[in-house]
């Protein structure tokens, strides 16, 4: 369970790893949602680059230190409740990690970046047909329009997810008097 902490000031929150991975995925999903375009070569590269950032972070979740570790923010739908009721009091509890709903969020983005980046990869290595009977051609383009499809919607709403933490974050921090990006920048807790 997410238990608030007693604030802990200048304490080191963040990892030089945990930093890059943050910004790395930040900055692809930016170029590649909303200023690269879908065909282009750059737009393969970036995904490839995002996905294994998001890799090494998941790796890292797991043998990294305790703030970067999985167990530091598990997902709990009834610790986000308690967390929402603590928020309509305008009770702002400091935690180690991500706060409940910030967990929620985090598990969200990387679950749809990989629907997004495994449905990319899906259509990069489509077989291009050459001497299909007019079944197969059929069944082979259903299949990647489909694959097509849910790579765009998934994208969208990717885009929507990094939207609303960004807002989540400014919205919390001006709320709760903590500069919540600093720390994602220094490491440090202000």
């Not at 910004?23 to 590269?45: C, K, V, Y």
């Not at 970036?46 to 997902?75: D, E, H, M, Q, T």
């Amino acid at each position: 369970m997410i238990r608030p902490i007693k604030p802990q000031p200048h304490g080191r929150v963040w990892d030089p790893l945990v930093r890059l991975t943050h910004w790395t995925i930040a900055l692809a999903i930016i170029l590649n949602g909303s200023i690269i375009g879908e065909n282009a070569q750059a737009h393969i590269w970036i995904g490839y680059i995002a996905l294994g950032f998001l890799a090494l972070r998941l790796f890292w979740g797991v043998i990294g230190p305790k703030n970067a570790r999985f167990s530091s923010f598990p997902v709990s739908l009834s610790a986000a409740m308690r967390h929402i009721s603590r928020l309509r009091r305008a009770s702002h509890p400091k935690y180690r990690s991500h706060n409940p709903l910030g967990a929620l969020m985090v598990y969200a983005l990387w679950g749809t970046l990989v629907v997004v980046s495994l449905t990319g990869i899906a259509l990069q290595n489509a077989p291009i047909p050459e001497n299909e009977d007019r079944y197969s051609a059929e069944i082979n383009h259903e299949s990647e329009t489909f694959i097509e499809e849910l790579h765009k919607a998934t994208a969208s709403f990717l885009l929507l997810l990094a939207a609303l933490h960004v807002g989540s974050v400014v919205l919390k921090s001006r709320l709760s008097g903590q500069n919540l990006v600093r720390p994602m920048i220094s490491g440090r807790r202000p």
